[in-house]
């Protein structure tokens, strides 16, 4: 039996529904993250503008996920699954309808929408601690791995998608934000499309009963401090990530080298497609010298190779630096919430996710706003590739000090 078809035996109905959700939905956040910053240049928005934007619709989606994750295990968390659908439809439709910044602001602030290309709002936590109701503790990992291939594989598509349905929209004599507006539209539909997928899904997904916690956000004293501890540096990670959104990157490589929207959308395709190879052979990495060691083992390097992409003299060579980056860049990523899940009780699950999960949209959201400033000035525009690597290699270190000691017991 192959490694895919192990991890995949045993998911049962509402596993195989919780994959196909994680394709949908990150299919859509791959197409709009290629466009959704040119489409908001389009609209005649500065950079500064633009970062504002992405910094709020972040801090928006933290709220957001705040409430839902913290409930779900209580209210239900199929309920809160179509909420959160039904909240990607509400900021979808303001986008591609107006061009105004209030209602922007506004329906991003209370929708939920995507500019990075990676998860936000409740959906991560709550698919999570859903997977892990259904799984045996030894899969969670293995099955995490594959979960997260299933996102990336769908990312890379939408991002392909997006950039030359865009381009051809354009060739074919609508105006660029027109054609950036019709993806906008699609994004609206896709959470249409998982509201419904999420009303497939049985009891069997939800907390239980008997067990479920009626402590602060969900968590008993006992679980408190290390999820404190976690997401405090999950937090710092994503701050450091916010610099480098893939929105923000292929705005980047659109200034510095002229890249078209297809061509964008090739190369975070074939980025994302590594992104998803190298969190599969997490699993496998994980077995042998265990979760922690595999988040920051193979997190340094990559970060390394981040901080090399602005400092490429050519375009090929700049591509060739991220790709390589994005090959081994997600590794800590199953491990890091097969971990997770794995320090706190699992009726705690959902709420754990969800407070590391805000943690990190905290911290991404802050950076945008300061990127946009960086990225208008001529002489800066690299700056954030070279902030984002030096502060997520302080987060590895920080990560294996503080969590090191606990390896054996948490695998």
Aim: aromatic letters at 8%; charged letters at 10%.
């Amino acid at each position: 039996m192959s490694a895919a078809e192990h991890s995949a035996r045993g998911l049962g109905r509402d596993g195989t529904i919780l994959f196909v959700t994680r394709a949908l939905r990150m299919f859509s956040y791959g197409f709009l993250s290629v466009i959704l910053v040119l489409y908001l240049s389009s609209l005649g928005f500065g950079e500064g503008r633009i970062g504002l934007l992405i910094t709020l619709t972040l801090l928006g989606d933290t709220l957001v996920s705040l409430w839902i994750t913290t409930r779900a295990d209580r209210i239900g968390r199929r309920n809160m699954l179509v909420i959160g659908a039904a909240l990607m439809t509400a900021a979808g439709i303001p986008f591609a309808l107006s061009g105004d910044f209030t209602v922007l602001l506004i329906a991003a602030t209370i929708g939920v929408i995507s500019p990075s290309g990676n998860e936000v709002g409740p959906f991560l936590a709550i698919e999570q601690a859903s997977l892990s109701q259904v799984l045996a503790d030894e899969r969670r990992t293995a099955v995490f791995a594959w979960y997260n291939l299933t996102g990336s594989l769908a990312t890379a598509t939408g991002a392909l998608t997006g950039g030359w349905v865009a381009q051809a929209l354009q060739a074919g004599g609508m105006s660029p934000a027109a054609s950036y507006r019709v993806l906008v539209a699609a994004y609206a539909a896709f959470g249409l499309a998982l509201a419904a997928a999420f009303l497939l899904l049985s009891k069997s997904v939800e907390a239980p009963v008997r067990a479920q916690t009626t402590g602060r956000l969900g968590l008993s004293k006992e679980s408190r401090p290390v999820v404190a501890k976690l997401a405090g540096l999950f937090s710092l990670d994503a701050f450091a990530g916010g610099f480098v959104i893939q929105s923000i990157m292929a705005y980047w490589f659109h200034l510095r080298y002229g890249v078209s929207p297809g061509v964008l959308g090739s190369i975070f395709f074939f980025a994302n497609i590594l992104a998803g190879i190298s969190a599969l052979m997490a699993a496998r990495i994980a077995k042998r010298i265990g979760l922690v060691n595999t988040m920051v083992f193979t997190h340094l390097p990559s970060n390394v190779l981040l901080i090399l992409v602005p400092l490429m003299p050519t375009l090929p060579l700049a591509i060739a630096m991220l790709l390589a980056r994005f090959s081994i860049s997600q590794m800590d990523v199953p491990t890091r919430q097969s971990y997770t899940m794995s320090v706190v009780k699992p009726e705690e699950r959902s709420a754990a996710a969800g407070v590391t999960g805000i943690a990190r949209t905290t911290g991404a959201s802050i950076s945008p706003a300061l990127t946009g400033q960086l990225i208008a000035s001529s002489a800066l525009m690299n700056a954030p590739f070279l902030i984002s690597g030096g502060l997520k290699i302080v987060y590895d270190l920080l990560l294996y000090r503080s969590f090191r000691r606990n390896e054996k017991k948490y695998n």
